[in-house]
């Protein structure tokens, strides 16, 4: 692999990343705020705003910083909502099978889930919510 090529695949796995830590670091202060008795959320609706507002972030940050993507909005947004409901249904299911249903510590489906979403989105990012973006895999200009 030219010395170029990896650069921009370096560079590129650090400007995923920096939007999943940022996405990440916005959930867990908005539910925070959200869940603060004055303000009338219940738990879980602070999880869910907080949540939306997160990926509405986090699509935003990714189409424009992470994949350059210039893409309609029309097609690329619907494609990313499914992605984040997958990712949020797996966030459900996982601890509801390992921990409820086999009896596994907690730690396993957490790591489970903070290991396989962020590499399933990447791959679904790439290939299918930000494929027609016009330029190489790594949001690179071709």
């Known amino acids: ?7 921009a695949g370096v560079k590129f796995l650090a400007r995923f990343g920096s939007v999943g830590i940022a996405a990440t670091i916005l959930y867990a202060v908005l539910a925070a705020v959200f869940a603060r008795a004055d303000l009338g ?9 907080a949540y939306a507002a997160a990926a509405l972030f986090s699509y935003l940050a990714h189409k424009s910083f992470s994949f350059m993507s210039a893409g309609s909005h029309r097609s690329e ?3 990313f ?16 099978l390992f921990t409820v ?8 489906p957490i ?9 399933l989105n ?8 930000f494929a027609g973006r016009g330029a190489d895999r790594r ?4």
């Open 139 to 142: 949001g690179e200009p071709s």
């Open 101 to 108: 249903m086999l009896g596994l510590p907690l730690f396993v």
């Open 81 to 96: 909502l499914l992605l984040t409901a997958t990712g949020l249904g797996v966030a459900y299911a996982a601890p509801k």
């Open 41 to 49: 959320f219940t738990p879980v609706q602070a999880s869910l705003a």
């Open 111 to 119: 790591l489970l889930t903070c290991l396989i979403i962020p590499a």
């Open 122 to 129: 990447l791959i679904v990012l790439d290939r299918w919510v």
């Open 77 to 79: 947004a619907p494609r």
């Open 1 to 7: 692999m030219p010395e170029h090529r990896f650069t």
